[in-house]
């Protein structure tokens, strides 16, 4: 089974529209032939002078665009922003969508959903003490069943504070792995998902090594990472940061965008997707895609 997580970057800059940047991201997608795809920053924006919105082109149920077109569906979740308003400019949305093969996979609708990282995962920022993060985020998670064997598995697909925060960044980032670590911990005794194995992708917007120090010693994810050398990879990562000009991929010493599975699991195959098209990348980060036999459980 082949997973695909890439932050796309929002509509608001690099010209959007103007360099058909949209088509290029929509087109290189649908290259790697991936399964699942877990995508960041697929946002909206309308003002007086402009409107834009990724799902235009990556489909929805209300429009047979880009990836729908090519057989697959989308869980939205909620907008991890809501409907935001900006001062003297217009409205905004922001989601971490999850797409899949519509004649592979069906959603559990009843057990899937959206998690900000707050104390109760409600809309809201994430606070420390007297810190407050400057934006709002969250994670889309999908409990999917394979429409041919009934099994069932968890994707989470994870979009954690900006850069740009400061020195609020590492107590902010640090809060938000433990909300996603006692999450997933959650799970091994809840009804519906219980025994199932967990993958878990996105922009984690901070090196490997800090996230996972921050993951308690006992958790599933923590597990996961020790168990990386006995299953071939249950915790890899990589560089997918690029340039703010657009032409070169980043320092590849501190990757943000991560894999984590969790469960009985075997990833064969993990690469970090250089999508170039022509003199720039499509997006500020590379698509990073993963390899990975499940064992799953049978719905029944």
Same mark, same amino acid.
């Given at each position: 089974m082949v997973f695909l997580t890439y932050n796309i970057r929002n509509v608001v800059d690099y010209d959007f529209e103007d360099d058909g940047r949209e088509n290029k991201v929509v087109s290189s997608i649908l290259s790697y032939?991936?399964?699942? #795809?877990?995508?960041? $920053?697929?946002?909206?924006?309308?003002?007086?002078?402009? $409107?834009?919105?990724? %799902?235009?082109?990556?489909?929805?149920e209300n429009n047979q665009t880009g990836l729908v077109s090519a057989g697959y569906a989308v869980y939205?979740? $909620?907008? !991890?922003?809501?409907?935001?308003? #900006?001062?003297? #400019?217009?409205?905004?949305t922001n989601y971490n969508p999850i797409y899949y093969k519509a004649d592979k996979f069906r959603v559990i609708t009843e057990l899937s959903g959206t998690y900000w990282y707050t104390d109760d995962g409600k809309y809201g920022k994430t606070t420390v003490g007297s810190l407050t993060a400057e934006h709002y985020k969250a994670f889309t998670y999908v409990v999917f069943e394979d429409i041919e064997?009934?099994?069932? %598995? !968890?994707?989470?697909?994870?979009h954690m504070e900006k850069r740009d925060t400061g020195d609020r960044l590492v107590p902010i980032?640090?809060?938000?792995? $433990?909300?996603?670590?006692? %999450?997933?911990?959650?799970?091994?005794t809840k009804e519906g998902y219980v025994g199932l194995p967990v993958i878990i992708g996105g922009d984690f917007n901070y090196h490997f090594g800090g996230i996972e120090g921050f993951f308690g010693n006992d958790s599933i994810i923590k597990n996961a990472a020790k168990e990386a050398n006995k299953n071939e990879g249950a915790y890899v990562y990589g560089c997918s940061t690029v340039s703010s000009d657009f032409t070169t991929v980043g320092d590849s010493s501190s990757p943000i965008d991560h894999w984590y599975v969790c469960g009985d699991a075997y990833v064969s195959g993990f690469e970090v997707l250089d999508n170039k098209d022509g003199e720039k990348y499509p997006s500020d980060h590379l698509p990073v895609r993963l390899t990975v036999t499940l064992t799953f459980k049978i719905n029944v």
């Open positions: 032939d991936p399964d699942i #795809i877990g995508l960041q $920053e697929v946002s909206s924006q309308k003002s007086w002078t402009k $409107e834009a919105n990724w %799902f235009t082109y990556l489909g929805d939205k979740g $909620e907008s !991890v922003i809501g409907n935001h308003t #900006i001062d003297l #400019i217009g409205t905004e064997t009934g099994a069932r %598995f !968890v994707y989470i697909n994870s980032i640090q809060k938000q792995s $433990e909300y996603l670590d006692s %999450f997933v911990d959650s799970l091994q």
